[in-house]
């Protein structure tokens, strides 16, 4: 068994080095506005949530495991001299493949951050995201088996004018 680090632990060990737990994304985007800057979105290239880490990893190594079997790149810093040809790629195929524009989109960010470039693969051009394509928690629930539609027809009639689903408008 030899030395050298596999692609995945090098990539898992990025992601490692890109988690800030603690840290507030909070008070760095109010000090950013302090200094003066003005932004539409913002980002501090690091990760602040745990959810966020588990859907960035499952990202990025299936991009990475995609450049292995594709390309036989088995080497991180050979990925990353080729980050925007290789992204690029990667994006257009799963666009081709009809994957979900919210998927792209995640994977694109998810990327983005992983090699710390924040226009990497502009050039893909992600389709546009329409509500009426969400498929997820828009049929019925197990919780729906004793819910007497009759007697909430008001607020069903709010819910669907915004767009809410029922447990969204609970208290908090």
């Not at 501090?44 to 499952?58: E, K, L, V």
């Not at 080729?82 to 990327?111: G, M």
């Not at 502009?122 to 997820?136: G, L, S, W, Y």
Request: hydrophobic fraction near 35%; charge should be positive.
């Amino acid at each position: 068994m030899g030395n050298r680090r596999g692609i995945i632990y090098e990539a898992i060990a990025r992601l490692d080095q890109r988690m800030v737990p603690g840290q507030s994304r909070f008070a760095a985007k109010a000090s950013a506005r302090q200094a003066g800057e003005h932004f539409w979105t913002f980002s501090t290239q690091t990760i602040h949530s745990h959810r966020t880490r588990q859907a960035y990893q499952q990202h990025v190594l299936h991009f990475i495991n995609w450049t292995r079997e594709i390309y036989g790149i088995n080497r991180l810093s050979n990925v990353d001299a080729q980050a925007e040809e290789l992204a690029t790629a990667y994006l257009t195929q799963r666009v081709i493949d009809q994957k979900s524009a919210y998927t792209v989109q995640a994977e694109r960010a998810a990327l983005r951050l992983f090699f710390q470039q924040q226009d990497l693969a502009d050039t893909v051009a992600i389709p546009p995201r329409k509500r009426e394509q969400i498929h997820r928690s828009r049929g019925v629930t197990k919780q729906d088996r004793h819910f007497q539609p009759d007697h909430w027809q008001s607020t069903i009639a709010f819910l669907r004018a915004c767009g809410l689903r029922r447990e969204e408008a609970g208290a908090p």
